[in-house]
């Protein structure tokens, strides 16, 4: 009986903590700490795990998403965007957790679509969260529809609540989510030969640049009215001149209680513990909003009026479709898609599992056919598009984790951060400079994603030009951002003209839209050169004979000269007539 006890009690610890090292992840890295030789142990995709870990792991997956997933709702409620009522925007955070858990399962799950060769979901830990991709449509959508009407404007100028626009957006986005569920049917093989890095480059890394402005003016100090630092109203100060403790826009408090976030970041990277790195965003922002609820920057009212818990489709909004939104959203679609090709490839890679062959094949279809499925079950949640996050790869690298169970305890962790609203309202809460410090970090993590994948690209003639002709347009919409503003002057009645006049001028003023359109249409005109096809010659290949003989000529003259001056040492100097001269003794 008690060696039956003894076995139980065995096989209770072995599955609740198992014999995992759990010290390896919260053992610092600092300078006199020895370093531990021993690696930890891998955890395949159907592998067993201890239950005290996969809810650990899970847990840290969930952190590491948590800034991504609530960025994007913050933004396009706040008064950059829709300037939706705190609780509408509360609800928009709280429901992009629980809507972020249960479509990362999907993600996770992988579920065969009957009597065909197709899957939704790849069966990794592919989780899913709000796309920074939609930020910039959304915000310069919403700027067009305050100038045209659409939205609501008080008579002093002060932008109203717009949640038609809030919804115009959702409901164009849900429309524009079957172009990606249809090319999920199309073989990996021609998605990348005509959506190649050449084009999603630039378009990611125009993405990330474009954002970083918001990230800045929200570290100064926020992005609404204040940022013009008026000399009268209410938005003499930021956010507002009822707000506690409200600066003008750019003073050196909000810098330094942005900095504070962005240092915390840099800290835990140097000298943090795996898991802190791994979670080092939302510690920095952890750090920040400690510091600012001492200093009195936090408003507390909206926390205390926050329901206990929320769930999908409290707060619901019209939905409907803007004309001029429908090709900057295809163009965000495509650029999810082709990001979900490289973060499933990349997962898979740090899983262990194969990246070429039938199955991986499958596993990018069935990723790519869940992100767009994912996209419109988002849009009928009032939440914007989904993309595979990639930010959890470095998770399952550091900690050798690939093991499903963990993925599913990220999910469980989101949804209950979803349901207790008042964990969102906080979030909601935050002040615009411990956000602003946050997402710049996270904004130029996307533009530098960009910059790798244009690293994998082949640098010849025809691809140089591309990218110079594709971006040039991109950088400069992104730096002027008025500058298609007035090429149309049309004022008349035609709605549909109208209409069709703002959807180009949304594309030629959003930065990346321009850049992924025009880059797809180079790249099908423009053919391969010859040379580029066999291998560019550089200039030191083509003259390396002639380097030869010039310096072999040098070396000679060089010694024959080295030798006379010897000589000229051990005889005398010479004259103007160049004789010798003898030495004086």
């Not at 870990?53 to 933004?75: C, D, N, Y």
């Not at 990996?188 to 030969?193: A, C, E, G, N």
């Not at 408003?299 to 929320?310: C, E, K």
């Amino acid at each position: 009986m008690t060696g039956l006890l003894r076995f139980w009690l065995k096989t209770v610890r072995e599955g609740l903590v198992g014999d995992y090292d759990y010290a390896f992840l919260f053992k610092p890295n600092l300078p006199f700490m020895q370093k531990s030789r021993r690696a930890a142990p891998f955890f395949g995709l159907n592998q067993d795990m201890p239950v005290v870990l996969a809810l650990l792991l899970g847990l840290q997956h969930s952190i590491s998403m948590l800034a991504g997933v609530i960025t994007p709702p913050i933004i396009i409620a706040g008064q950059g965007g829709a300037n939706l009522p705190g609780e509408q925007a509360q609800y928009l955070v709280s429901t992009s957790l629980i809507v972020c858990g249960f479509l990362s399962a999907i993600q996770i799950t992988r579920f065969h679509i009957h009597k065909t060769p197709y899957y939704v979901g790849t069966g990794l830990i592919s989780v899913v969260g709000t796309s920074f991709s939609i930020i910039p449509v959304a915000t310069g959508a919403l700027s067009q529809m305050y100038a045209t009407g659409f939205c609501p404007t008080a008579a002093d100028g002060t932008k109203e609540p717009c949640p038609n626009g809030y919804g115009a957006i959702i409901g164009t986005a849900c429309v524009c989510a079957l172009l990606e569920i249809a090319l999920s049917f199309t073989s990996p093989k021609y998605l990348k030969k005509y959506f190649p890095p050449l084009i999603t480059g630039p378009t990611v890394t125009l993405i990330g640049i474009s954002l970083v402005k918001s990230g800045f003016q929200d570290w100064a100090g926020g992005s609404g009215t204040c940022l013009t630092r008026p000399t009268s109203g209410p938005y003499q100060l930021c956010p507002s001149s009822a707000s506690p403790h409200a600066l003008p826009w750019g003073s050196a408090q909000f810098i330094g209680l942005g900095f504070s976030v962005f240092a915390t970041i840099i800290i835990c990277e140097r000298f943090g513990s795996p898991i802190m790195k791994s979670c080092a965003v939302a510690l920095g922002l952890l750090i920040g909003c400690i510091i600012a609820g001492a200093t009195g920057y936090f408003d507390p009212s909206s926390i205390d009026t926050a329901p206990a818990v929320s769930f999908i489709w409290v707060h619901t909004f019209k939905l409907s479709v803007y004309g001029p939104l429908v090709l900057p959203l295809l163009a965000v679609y495509v650029v999810l898609m082709m990001e979900a090709i490289g973060d499933i490839t990349a997962t898979c890679d740090v899983s262990h599992l194969e990246v070429e062959g039938r199955l991986f094949d499958s596993r990018i279809q069935g990723g790519v056919l869940a992100d767009g499925f994912n996209g419109l079950l988002a849009g009928l949640c009032f939440i914007t598009p989904m993309s595979t996050f990639a930010q959890n790869n470095g998770v399952i690298a550091l900690t050798r984790c690939a093991s499903r169970k963990a993925g599913y305890a990220a999910c469980f962790f989101l949804i209950i951060m979803g349901i207790f609203s008042k964990f969102a309202a906080a979030l909601v809460a935050i002040p615009s400079p411990v956000l602003g410090g946050l997402v710049s970090f996270l904004f130029s993590s996307v533009a530098v994603s960009g910059i790798r994948i244009i690293s994998t690209v082949p640098f010849t003639r025809r691809n140089r030009f591309i990218l110079t002709a594709a971006m040039s347009v991109g950088f400069g919409s992104t730096s002027v951002p008025n500058w298609f503003s007035f090429v149309f002057t049309y004022t008349g009645d035609n709605q549909a003209k109208q209409g069709f006049f703002n959807a180009i001028v949304l594309v030629m003023e959003t930065g990346f839209a321009v850049t992924a359109f025009l880059a797809i249409f180079l790249n099908l005109v423009l053919a391969e050169e010859i040379e580029d096809e066999t291998g560019s010659i550089t200039a030191d290949v083509a003259d390396e004979a002639g380097d030869r003989a010039e310096w072999a000529r040098i070396e000679k003259t060089h010694g024959n000269q080295l030798r006379e001056d010897e000589t000229d040492i051990e005889m005398g100097e010479r004259n103007e007539d160049g004789k010798l001269t003898p030495l004086k003794a």
